[in-house]
Nanobody
Framework: QVQVVESGGGLVQAGGSLRPSCAASGSIHSINAMGWYRQAPGKQRELVTV???????NYADSVKGRFTISRDSTKNTVYLQMNSLKPEDTAVYYC??????????????WGQGTQVTVSS
């Protein structure tokens, strides 16, 4: 079993910064990718950013230049540095980890989500 736990969301004024983190733990053989998704009220969940096992990153156009994903592979942890936050960034942010739990089994795991609220 694999657990994915986010922390570090909160309330911030527009223009401010937050740095939530996400840690994966449990029966981990290797991690193929970890990423952040978000879901605002009444909207579908959308990809924010992802980092591959090789360190390649992708970002949604809406966050490019403002958000940065980084990782500590020794801790199976990723961080999301969010700068210049806007009210439209308000959402529940979910961490996703694509984990190989054995040589033949790869599954995606989700965290419980962390609320980010940006006030205008």
């Amino acid at each position: 079993q694999v657990q994915v736990v986010e922390s570090g969301g909160g309330l911030v004024q527009a223009g401010g910064s937050l740095r939530p983190s996400c840690a994966a733990s449990g029966s981990i053989h290797s991690i193929n990718a970890m990423g952040w998704y978000r879901q605002a009220p009444g909207k579908q969940r959308e990809l924010v950013t992802v980092i591959s096992g090789g360190g390649n990153t992708n970002y949604a156009d809406s966050v490019k230049g403002r958000f940065t994903i980084s990782r500590d592979s020794t801790k199976n942890t990723v961080y999301l540095q969010m700068n210049s936050l806007k009210p439209e960034d308000t959402a529940v942010y979910y961490c996703n980890a694509v984990v190989q739990t054995s040589p033949s089994i790869t599954m995606a795991y989700w965290g419980q989500g962390t609320q980010v609220t940006v006030s205008s």
